[in-house]
């Protein structure tokens, strides 16, 4: 949703990594929204893995209403397991999820509206500013994968014995182009010298 948010982030190495998300006007949507609207971060990649966040300014559910939802979403085709902490001043959670494939986990209760005022920006906006850590733990491969990627490294072995053989054709001419310079006599046939006339 451009324009509502502002985020950044952080890798600590490839499967490690630091998201943080301001949420413009976050006091007016706890107040507004209806439970269910989300709030969608851009995509993000740790390791092979695409992952979104969805934070619900009043709840995923009827239920929920008067608190702040917290989900991390596993957009893949395979399922991860990641170590996911989440932060919104000094309250923060964290849990080791196994996340099924196009589907999400986190908390539906994260934080009620009345304890989560103290951490919005002053001032009459009243900005959320959280933050997300994703430490992938692991991503299942499945056979259709290793298929396609061997597959794939088969294609690659194809091309590289096919350049290997290009190259060796064009050292060959090189080589021979190379020593009909160096040797110009070996190329003139001898003719015989004609006699002078006078």
Known sequence: ?????????????DNNMNYNIRI?????KMNTW??????????????????SLDIYPNGNSKEDRGNISVYVNN????????????SIGSKSLNSVMQIEHNSGRGWPNFCEHSELWNF????????????????????EVT??????????VQGLKLEVSDLKRKIETMEST?????????NPAKKKSSSPCPECPI
């Open 143 to 152: 056979q259709q994968e290793r298929k396609n990627a061997k597959e794939e």
């Open 24 to 28: 413009f006007d976050f006091g007016h």
């Open 174 to 182: 090189m080589m021979s182009k190379l020593e009909s310079l160096e």
């Open 75 to 86: 957009k893949n085709n395979w399922d991860v397991m990641v170590d996911f902490k989440f």
């Open 34 to 51: 209806r439970a269910g609207r989300e709030v969608r971060s851009m995509p993000f990649k740790v390791g092979d893995s695409e992952f």
């Open 1 to 13: 949703m451009p324009g509502i948010t502002q985020e950044w982030k952080h890798y600590s190495n």
């Open 120 to 139: 919005l920006d002053d001032g009459q906006s009243r900005n959320l500013t959280a933050s997300a850590n994703i430490k992938l733990i692991w991503e």
